[in-house]
């Protein structure tokens, strides 16, 4: 019987540590889980913040149409929209910036086409040219009879362009137009005769930040 005994005791210690381990253990990965879950959310309201554009008010400027860093100016053919050559300014939007886009001059939507492609990293200069990717063509008001055209472009994370406009309508300069969800690239075509106020590895500020005038 004493061995017996002896024996319970053992099993209900081994048993008691047993719990105490695995109560620990829940315990602490529960605390891991609500942490993670914390930083989610934090996190998301972060991406999704829109905070107010101080836009500016003199005429004949063309604002930037999303917040991130400008890495290219150039001279590009675009067809579609604008017609022949023209000038171009890509923004690379990485996952901490502000993902809604903002119209970069007041006007109308002339042109809107979705082209379905690929995901690839929105960090190469080249993805418009493979990636899924929504294409504004703005005829403007201020500065008048120009044609302004920006390409919302789709990236390796960001899956999802969501524009707020349609084709035929008004827009006003720095008025929310889009959302490109978790990492993107914008890119503005502009007349040949806008004088660019921007340089390369600039960072903008959507809805704020002079990319270019046009007199």
């Known amino acids: ?42 996190f998301t309201f972060y991406f999704f913040r829109d905070p107010d554009a101080l836009t500016p008010t003199a005429p004949g400027l063309v604002i930037a149409p999303g917040h991130g860093k400008v890495d290219t100016i150039d001279t590009t053919t675009e067809n579609d929209f604008m017609g022949g050559e023209c000038q171009r300014i890509s923004i690379f939007l990485s996952v901490f910036n502000v993902h809604v886009q903002n119209s970069p001059v007041t006007g109308r939507i002339a042109y809107f086409k979705h082209s379905p492609g690929q995901y690839l990293n929105a960090m190469r200069a080249d993805s418009a040219d493979f990636n899924e990717n ?18 919302l472009i789709s990236g390796l994370i960001a899956r999802r362009i969501v524009p707020w406009v349609a084709q035929n309508d008004p ?45």
């Open 134 to 151: 929504v294409y504004l063509g703005i005829e403007s008001v201020e500065p008048r009879g120009q044609k302004i055209g920006v390409r």
């Open 171 to 215: 827009v006003q300069r720095g008025e929310r137009i889009s959302l490109i969800q978790f990492g993107s690239r914008v890119n503005v075509y502009l007349p040949k005769a806008a004088k660019i106020k921007v340089k390369l590895g600039d960072r903008v500020v959507g809805g704020e930040s002079v990319l270019a005038e046009i007199v």
């Open 1 to 42: 019987m004493i061995g017996l005994s002896g024996a319970a005791v053992l099993v209900l210690l081994a048993t008691a540590f047993l719990g105490k381990v695995i109560g620990a253990f829940v315990i602490g990965f529960a605390t891991v889980l609500f942490v993670l879950w914390g930083l989610f959310v934090v």
